[in-house]
């Protein structure tokens, strides 16, 4: 028997809900789908009901989706898939930026939402089976990473990232002071070597940089050289 999933859909539009709810009934028969039109609400909801993936759309009557997306970072890793009518690349960078594991942009074709979701579901769920085969920690100065858990800390931190953020860690972290190249972490992402994907990869790279820069206090984690990919300086 198929596994049920359940989804969290934040949206205001009725046509978009619907047809949401029906693609995933086809194509996942067991989906539970529990939907509400208001940001708030959508924030104790994903606290309460611990859904599997959160679709989020960004204009919402009652608040803004980035600030709904941020509060749902300050507690919960989720996955998360942005949906809106703003094409804008500085719109869907700063949607990564605050910790969305993808987005698409309205008029959407709902099979390419549901291709989407399985994606970002297939990483979370193989994430955390991604580690050395004894299961042992990586530690690298203050830097901490559980394979088993897919917790990833920075002393007594724990930092709060996304499936796609903790496989492209993974690979940093295992091919440490090695260039690992642009093509190897789309590949490991599930992205195709375009202009928006390699953007999609440079944004979740940057937020890793920041989030660990400022605890370790080094200028320097990750080094992108000549455009090649990005490499992973171990202490």
């Excluded at 009518?85 to 698409?104: F, P, W």
């Excluded at 590949?187 to 989030?211: C, F, H, P, S």
């Amino acid at each position: 028997m198929e596994e049920q999933l359940k989804v969290l859909l934040i949206e205001d539009d009725s046509e978009i809900v619907e047809s949401v709810a029906a693609v995933f009934g086809l194509r996942w028969s067991e989906t539970k789908l529990i939907s509400t039109m208001y940001g708030g609400k959508g924030i104790e909801l994903a606290r309460t009901e611990s859904p599997d993936i959160i679709i989020l759309d960004l204009g919402l009557p009652d608040t803004d989706g980035f600030q709904v997306l941020r509060q749902i970072r300050s507690f919960s890793n989720i996955p998360v898939v942005i949906l809106t009518v703003m094409g804008e690349e500085t719109d869907k960078i700063r949607g990564l930026e605050l910790g969305a594991d993808d987005y698409i942009v309205k008029p959407f074709s709902p099979g390419e939402l549901l291709a989407r979701a399985r994606a970002v579901l297939r990483r979370s769920h193989t994430s955390g089976a991604t580690g050395e085969a004894n299961g042992k920690p990586v530690i690298r100065g203050k830097l901490r990473m559980d394979f088993t858990s897919q917790e990833v800390s920075l002393g007594d931190k724990v930092l709060k990232i996304s499936p796609t953020q903790y496989e492209i860690l993974h690979e940093l972290v295992t091919n440490e002071n090695k260039v690992v190249s642009i093509k190897k972490l789309l590949q490991k992402i599930g992205r195709a070597e375009q202009a928006t994907d390699i953007k999609y990869l440079d944004v979740n790279v940057k937020r890793l940089k920041e989030m660990i820069e400022i605890e370790v206090g080094h200028t320097v984690i990750f080094v992108e050289e000549n455009g090649k990919g990005y490499k992973f300086l171990g202490g």
